[in-house]
């Protein structure tokens, strides 16, 4: 079936620490989107990639780098500038085709904690 | 800046009853609107879409109705049931060039048995 997979489901970061969350998806979508959620909290956008090779910061992009070397690919790393990382994390995707029609498909996310 | 609102925060009704979940936003150039569910835990699924040219769209029991120039959205779910518990959000996209979504902060819905 096609869809989102996000990796880990958990993952614990230590202080001054750089971690990478992972995002493929197989829906052959050309956008890719992060999203953080903190509790009780809508989602906020991180950085988001239109097309291989470019992305574009959301609205709290500092603390946080992303690639897209794939279509099917979109790594998130958290570093360690960012200073109140412990959030859940959504990956997040659909097509530019027919773009209006579509809504986002989303993972299951990752919840990051600090050690 | 457009900013989304949801109320309640919370909801608790006996199973069986018609409810109604609320969203506004500030700008009226939306877009479209669109509704997810999200279980605890869990992304979120994707239940209605709906065009700023449309007035609303229905699926199953859930029904959602947009009022662009009041900047009001309504989420109608019919006989609630057990299994509706959930968190829902509603997210407008402001423009056709990208996907970028603004979100409410969501309703968290009990339906008792």
């Known amino acids: 079936d096609g869809g989102i997979t996000q990796s880990p489901k958990y993952l614990f970061r230590k202080e001054g620490q750089n971690v990478t969350l992972s995002c493929e998806q197989n829906?052959?979508?050309?956008?890719m989107y992060w999203y953080r959620q903190d509790p009780g909290q809508g989602l906020r956008l991180i950085y988001y990639?239109?097309?291989?090779?470019?992305?574009q910061k959301g609205d709290i992009a500092e603390g946080y780098s992303v690639s897209r070397e794939k279509k099917e690919s979109f790594p998130l790393t958290v570093t360690s500038a960012q200073k109140n990382p412990t959030a859940f994390y959504l990956c997040?995707?659909?097509?530019?085709?027919?773009?209006?029609?579509?809504?986002?498909?989303f993972g299951d996310g990752t919840r990051l904690s600090i050690l | 800046k457009q900013e989304v609102t949801q109320i309640p925060a919370a909801l608790s009704v006996p199973e069986g009853e018609n409810l109604v979940l609320n969203c506004s936003f500030t700008?009226?150039?939306?877009?479209?609107l669109q509704w997810f569910r999200q279980d605890p835990g869990k992304g979120l699924t994707s239940l209605l879409l709906?065009?700023?040219?449309?007035r609303e769209q229905t699926s199953g029991r859930l029904n959602a109705s947009l009022d662009k120039s009041s900047g009001r959205s309504t989420l109608y779910i019919a006989a609630s049931q057990p299994g509706d518990s959930a968190t829902y959000l509603c997210?407008?996209?402001?423009?056709?060039?990208?996907?970028?979504?603004?979100f409410g902060q969501g309703t968290t819905l009990q339906v008792k048995p």
């Open positions: 997040a995707s659909n097509s530019l085709a027919h773009f209006s029609n579509q809504p986002q498909h």
């Open positions: 829906l052959n979508h050309d956008a």
């Open positions: 990639s239109q097309i291989v090779n470019d992305f």
């Open positions: 700008d009226s150039a939306i877009y479209n």
């Open positions: 709906i065009q700023s040219s449309q």
């Open positions: 997210a407008v996209r402001l423009d056709s060039n990208t996907g970028k979504l603004i």
